[in-house]
């Protein structure tokens, strides 16, 4: 937003968290905690709602010859048997579900990613990590109780924490006409290699 500021360009950001851009000088212009719920290109037009706690409802449109998407990515939930169980969790959610409340995990808990940040979260938990191709199922009644291993052992775990390779959140980017491809980990957005997505309508 501020390189397109310094061009001289008009430029208005709309973030539905306020804490994700805290750092960052807002602008006049600027819509923290706005969610966006549509966009349409045939209008080249966005449209937005005030998401923050006790804001009054109210609705933001905005005209735009460009769009910029940076919505980035969330967790997938890997194909496993019995991974809607009580107890199975976004690693990453969690994180930041204990970052905030100063919690900590009680009870054995595994971490099921690859290596990287997935280690990291594992520590950070207490936890071991198990890579998703070692893993043959989560077996549990009214919760998640133990994580089957292809190589037939078992671990105990009251909580399963998930953290695959993030995938891109591409929905309002296809809403604009945007074509994407699966890359193994999501629906990635297909680009030229100045980054543009071809779209139709005015964008």
């Known amino acids: 937003a501020q390189a397109v500021r310094n061009g001289g360009h008009r430029c208005i950001v709309f973030e539905r968290r306020p804490e994700t851009a ?20 045939d209008e080249a037009r966005i449209g937005a709602a005030d998401v923050r706690p006790y804001a009054p409802d109210r609705v933001f449109t905005a005209d735009a010859p460009h769009v910029v998407f940076t919505t980035g990515s969330r967790d997938g939930m890997p194909p496993l048997h019995n991974n ?19 919690l900590r995990p009680v009870g ?16 950070a938990f207490g936890a071991r990590r198990v890579a998703l191709t070692d893993v043959q199922g ?15 052992t078992t671990l105990a775990a009251t909580l399963v924490a ?7 959140a591409s929905e309002l980017a296809r809403q ?8 193994g ?19």
């Open 185 to 203: 980990a999501g629906f990635a957005l297909l680009r030229d290699e100045a980054g543009r997505i071809a779209s139709r309508g005015s964008w």
């Open 162 to 168: 998930m953290a695959p390779s993030p995938s891109p």
């Open 22 to 41: 805290g750092h960052l000088a807002k602008h006049a212009d600027d819509l923290w905690g706005a969610g966006v719920f549509g966009v349409y290109p």
């Open 108 to 123: 054995p808990c595994v971490v099921i990613g690859p290596p990287g940040d997935a280690d990291t979260l594992a520590a």
């Open 176 to 183: 604009s006409g945007a074509q994407v491809r699966w890359d």
């Open 138 to 152: 989560l077996e549990g009644s009214d919760g998640v109780e133990s994580v089957h291993l292809a190589d037939g």
């Open 84 to 102: 809607d169980l009580p107890g199975v969790v976004s690693a990453r959610g969690l994180a930041e579900t204990l970052n905030r409340t100063g």
